[in-house]
């Protein structure tokens, strides 16, 4: 084609003010509060059906029969699928993906059929009118620290050593002048977005798109695909908008799997939403843990031994070892150390990733056991973590490549108000309360994987930058937005960020607190290729545009040389009325130490959204197992209590600055995680101090403080 | 248990009736809609899957979050807990319909510049909540932490039924206040602490 304009240059002057660090509102924030950002189940193909499931009623047995005349006999149903009928599926890695494919029952819940019809309201009728009959064998369903079934995994999330060792611990402990020896435990959790699980499944031949509300979309297709005997490139995932995951929508389980099945049985396009209920069972929780903290110290409270061992549960299909103890590793120096996870197979739902699994369990008894030991060395809790800071990794003894806890406890305890604490527990009244306040730290570590972007200049001005990255309500997209425009040098209004779609180039999941540091480093990579080329071309852009990519593999392939976490204080005031045991969190404030903070305002929203998800599983979330029949008991939203706005107070989350040049490009570390870390165990510590009552079991439920 | 039977799903060996439909006509967001919907249809459901209208989420469907709160007749109610069937002629507005004539609702703008949340999937509950409830407030109606709950004006009345405060005064709506009319809408993300400060922006 020949030209006729000139084409404009489009390379700008250099911005004065870097976009990275500032308090961009979320780019995407009228289509969600107008109600045009669509979630997966908002998609409607043409010729849609409605699929819907049914969940096994026992915890363990065989599926003898299913009798689906009565459902299929009703108008508008178009199908109903079980193990005998449903099409075949390749045999999976995770054997929860296998779904429909065996009479077998391995936890109450799981899916054993669906339901195709024309409407809603039909398939729940059709669905309720299946008749299955199981054959039912005992089950086993209880966690316990004895459980003659406990082994220990080869690894732990994600592939952490199930045990090490350091020193003789067993001689530290024997010779400690102050021993702390308490066992602490934390119930299941559940996950529970707002947003229930949802796909819309459209088959056109053999090719497979998917409407789905995940945390990867990259990774769905990846999963998905050879299931059905598919070649990655023949299934196409989208997710542009999602509504919340916590780690439940991290890996693909099987609802994803059931409405493309469906879809494909009944050879129409279908909708599938697990519903709140059904949560409760596929989608993931955190296991439960029983966990035995040992610390010895000499009588100024300086560590000489730090024994963790955790207990917890996995389903009989599916092994997911948490790395609840890993946190033990590096918080505190100490040289002599043994940390341990022992795993029992039981008969309930699979498991999974919630909100920095391992740690956030695994910090409200290590920063309980703490405060014990504060308490019985009559050290201020600050000072005691001070005292034990380690210089290097204590594990590795590779360096930090930056460690800023005791700056966070510092001017968190200026904040806070900490230096007139009276450290005797149970004293304070305050409007008929008795208040205390309590203090711990929060850490999680710095991950990074590879991942791929293109950017791409257009003749008008504009940039493009493509990554199947998604936006969980983290500010992804804008994230990104403000790293590219810095690598670009042009404004934000000038660059749109297409994420949530597996077309786009190939990104990692959005979790383990990755997602800025992995996306980030592959947008500044494109970014600056982008704008080398465009420098080579004195800033002019064809008219078909130019469009570079970037992959990191090999750049986030290289070797550690540091240790790198990022680290927390978290102070709580807490109100516990002496009748009735109430306990409210009157005060919250957290400190964190993070690297670069890209946008201040998402991720103050994250860090408070991150502890009011502490506080809530401090005082209410628990998900009791029902040893009858097999099944978490409380799976709604009346039984299972989220905090709601009442519960949270006065929230507050600060960052001191910290320049870690060994991070990535944006020098920033995670922040999705760190904030629910210490929340739970500084909501116990205040509790303790207001009344002088230990909790080691959560949630601080009345009936612990009621004596 | 072990080794016994154990089937699920009822008895039935009749064939099942067929759905029954009723006509209406619906009012959303100022449009009209001529629509026949399933007796069983909850106006969650309609909104989403008939009127492609999906502002309003399910988060439940039980009543228990209130991401589907939606106004009718300028009052918030839960759409997964209300049968379409019933609204024939009746004010709906969602949130698709809040903002007016020229831009976004007041709130809407709030939210963004407080960033009152993160994945989104509450929020069009949450300011259908909240333009109920300042309306509420407006009319004087107490909540649980009201000090004084002697005056205002009775919810389906709209006329002062005594008390200390005349009729007309709304109810000032601090941060306690806020937080106790709004816990009716979850948000797992925990955007609490920027929700009540957008709503007090504007209730200002
Ligand atoms: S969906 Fe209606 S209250 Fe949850
Ligand atoms: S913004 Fe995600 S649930 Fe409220």
Redesign the pocket.
Known sequence: MSTTTTPPTTLPAREATPYVGSALDRVEGLEKVTGQARYAFEYSPDDLAYAVPVQATVARGKIRTVDVDAAVKLPGVIAAIWHGNAPRLAPPENAELAVLQSREVAYRGQYVAVVVAETLENAREAARLLRVDYQVEEHDVELRADHPEMYRPERVNPAYPADTEQGEPDAALAEAQVVVDEIYSTPAEHNNPMEPHATVAVWDGDGLTLYDSTQGASSVRDTVAPLFGLPPGNVRVVSPHVGGGFGSKGMPLSPVVLAALAAKHAGRPVKLAVT?QQMFAVTGYRTPTIQRVRLGADTEGRLSVIVHDAFEQSSRIREFAEQTATPTRMMYAAPNRRTTHRLVRLDVPTPSWMRAPGETPGMFALESALDELAVACGVDPVELRVRNEPDADPESGLPFSSRNLVACLREGARRFGWAERDPAPGIRRRDGLLVGTGVAASTYPVYRVPSRATARAEWDGTFSVRIAATDIGTGARTVLTQIAADTLRASPERISVEIGDSALPDASVAGGSMGTASWGTAVVRACEALTEELDRRGGEVPEEGLEVSADTAREVGAKRRFAQHAFGAQFAEVGVDPDTGETRVLRLLGVFAAGRIVNPKTARSQFIGGMTMGLSMALFEESVMDREFGDYLNHD?AQYHIAACADVRDVEAVWIEEDDPHLNPMGAKGIGEIGIVGTAAAVANAVYHATGVRVRDLPIRLDRLVR | MNGEAHTTGPDISASAPSPVTVDLLLSVNRDRHPTTVDTRE?L?DTLRERLGLTG??????????????VLVDGRRV????TLTVTLDDREIVTVEGLAGEDGPHPLQTAFVEHDAFQCGYCTP?QLCSAVGMLAEAAAGWPSAVTPDVGGGTSPDEGTPSGGDVPPGDGIRLDDDEIRERMS?N?CRCGAYVNIVAAITEVAR
């Open positions: 709140r939203f | 909850t969650l309003a989420k399910k988060g439940c469907d039980h009543g228990q979050c209130g991401a589907c709160t839960k759409s997964c807990l509950g009716g979850l």
